[in-house]
């Protein structure tokens, strides 16, 4: 991870709708290690590719009056990737929920997102272990799932057929050789 994560304490804030937003300088360690998961599943499969996979830290400039800093993200044109950021929109950005920002992730950057171009856009629940996917079609975000991973507990009731019916891994809409697993994206979660 850079050396900018939002796992370090230095204090780090976003310009969102012109507005500057101090964000938590210690997000959870669940936060953490989902956003550090998503960065090793993308630089295992992305090695040697053109697109890159960027862990946290990382200011996107995507409008005057906005400067977010994704959980995670894949940018796929280098000339986007500057020495102070990455300006345009990544090809995928994922944002881990936190009690803080929870609102804007769902609403004003999703947005955001959207207007920019951003093909694919993840919101993680940690708490949840749920990732909804949502793809840009025709200039807007449509819901394609909402993938979850069920405790065992749960898991220990379910009939064979609904076992059968789990949907434990999913496909990113940019790559059709990358499957990612929900256990890989919440492993070390408690």
């Known amino acids: 991870m850079s050396s900018n994560s939002a796992c370090q304490d230095e204090p780090r804030d976003e310009l969102i709708n012109g507005q500057i937003v101090m964000m938590s300088p210690r997000p959870s360690n669940s936060h953490c290690t989902v956003a550090e998961n998503l ?3 993308f630089r295992k499969h992305l090695q040697g590719r053109t697109c890159r996979p960027l862990a946290d830290g990382r200011d996107v400039y995507l409008t005057k009056k906005d400067r977010f800093v994704p959980d995670f993200m894949v940018v796929c ?3 986007k990737i500057q020495p102070k ?3 345009g929109a990544p090809d995928l950005v994922a944002e881990v ?14 947005d955001v997102y959207e207007q920019a171009g951003v093909k694919e856009y993840w919101i993680v629940s ?4 749920s990732v909804e996917q949502y793809l840009l079609q025709d200039g807007r975000f449509v819901l394609a799932n909402t993938y979850t991973q069920y405790p065992d507990y749960l898991l220990e009731d379910m009939t064979e057929e609904e076992l059968a019916a789990l949907v434990t891994e999913f496909k990113c809409s940019l790559y059709d ?11 070390y979660v408690d």
Do not use: V
């Open 77 to 79: 044109d280098p000339k």
């Open 39 to 41: 960065f090793f599943i």
């Open 177 to 187: 050789d990358l499957l990612i697993k929900l256990a890989d994206i919440f492993e």
């Open 126 to 129: 940690t708490a949840e272990k």
């Open 85 to 87: 950021g990455i300006f």
């Open 97 to 110: 929920l936190s009690p803080s920002t929870a609102h804007r992730d769902r609403s004003y950057k999703k």
